[in-house]
């Protein structure tokens, strides 16, 4: 079973262009939860994605990021006319229906987002 | 504001030291509790997590927590750390929508 995938795993971008970072859920999962990790910081959540629904954005910029997840194909962050503030690691968990003590998140190895 | 603290921010230690590192949250109510870790080059890797019953809970690799209630607080601790043991850990309270709020996280280093 693979893990929760995302790419690229790397991402250079300038200024002002756009970013969009993939997250293909393990299999069985319904669930997508969006992190930010800046530098020396821990994880900030940003969105919680079910199948085309939008569960929890409150983590999220009002501006310029945007999220989704299809009834087909991968999760996608979208970050508009990035700027250097973006440059950070974006990590992608998956759940799968909530099953009450066997809850847990899994984790993707992370996209890192260089804005130059 | 609502939170999550881990007090040691680099913590280094020789081989065969004991850990204890700290965790605290500031979140009423019913919480789930959980311990990340992040090895070099990996990603995040569940470690243990508290949902309810024995306070305290066993993980893998040899780790073990302890939920105090009364203190907000819930330790990582290990009797004798290895090399392989450094990495990056964070701690994490579950929220009402099923998202995590971490903690900082805690930088070990473990000397050969």
């Given at each position: 079973?693979?893990?929760?995938?995302?790419?690229?795993?790397?991402?250079?971008?300038?200024?002002?262009?756009?970013?969009?970072?993939?997250?293909?859920?393990?299999?069985?999962?319904?669930?997508?939860?969006?992190?930010?990790?800046?530098?020396?910081?821990?994880?900030?959540?940003?969105?919680?994605?079910?199948?085309?629904?939008?569960?929890?954005?409150?983590?999220?910029?009002?501006?310029?990021?945007?999220?989704?997840?299809?009834?087909?194909g991968p999760s996608i962050l979208r970050i508009q006319q990035v700027v250097r503030g973006d440059s950070a690691a974006?990590?992608?968990?998956?759940?799968?229906?909530?099953?009450?003590?066997?809850?847990?998140?899994?984790?993707?190895?992370?996209?890192?987002?260089?804005?130059? | 504001?609502?939170?999550?603290?881990?007090?040691?921010?680099?913590?280094?230690?020789?081989?065969?030291?004991?850990?204890?590192?700290?965790?605290?949250?500031?979140?009423?109510?019913?919480?789930?509790?959980?311990?990340?870790?992040?090895?070099?080059?990996?990603?995040?890797?569940?470690?243990?997590?508290?949902?309810?019953?024995?306070?305290?809970?066993?993980?893998?690799?040899?780790?073990?927590?302890?939920?105090?209630?009364?203190?907000?607080?819930?330790?990582?601790?290990?009797?004798?750390?290895?090399?392989?043991d450094t990495a990056e850990y964070f701690c994490a309270v579950k929220r009402n929508t099923g998202k995590l709020i971490?903690?900082?996280?805690?930088?070990?280093?473990?000397?050969?």
């Amino acid at each position: 079973n693979a893990g929760v995938m995302q790419n690229p795993r790397h991402l250079v971008r300038r200024r002002g262009q756009e970013a969009r970072l993939r997250c293909s859920p393990m299999k069985g999962h319904s669930h997508v939860y969006w992190y930010r990790q800046l530098p020396e910081e821990g994880l900030k959540f940003m969105v919680y994605l079910q199948k085309e629904n939008i569960i929890d954005e409150s983590g999220m910029p009002k501006e310029r990021f945007s999220a989704e997840f299809p009834k087909e194909g991968p999760s996608i962050l979208r970050i508009q006319q990035v700027v250097r503030g973006d440059s950070a690691a974006y990590f992608c968990a998956s759940s799968p229906p909530s099953d009450g003590s066997s809850y847990e998140q899994y984790f993707g190895p992370g996209t890192r987002l260089t804005v130059t | 504001a609502q939170s999550v603290s881990q007090h040691n921010h680099h913590v280094i230690l020789s081989e065969a030291a004991s850990l204890e590192l700290g965790c605290n949250y500031s979140y009423g109510g019913t919480v789930n509790l959980f311990w990340y870790v992040q090895y070099p080059g990996q990603h995040l890797q569940l470690l243990l997590k508290y949902f309810s019953g024995d306070p305290l809970v066993k993980g893998i690799k040899g780790f073990e927590a302890e939920f105090i209630k009364s203190k907000f607080s819930f330790n990582l601790r290990k009797p004798s750390v290895q090399w392989s043991d450094t990495a990056e850990y964070f701690c994490a309270v579950k929220r009402n929508t099923g998202k995590l709020i971490f903690g900082q996280g805690t930088t070990l280093q473990v000397k050969p």
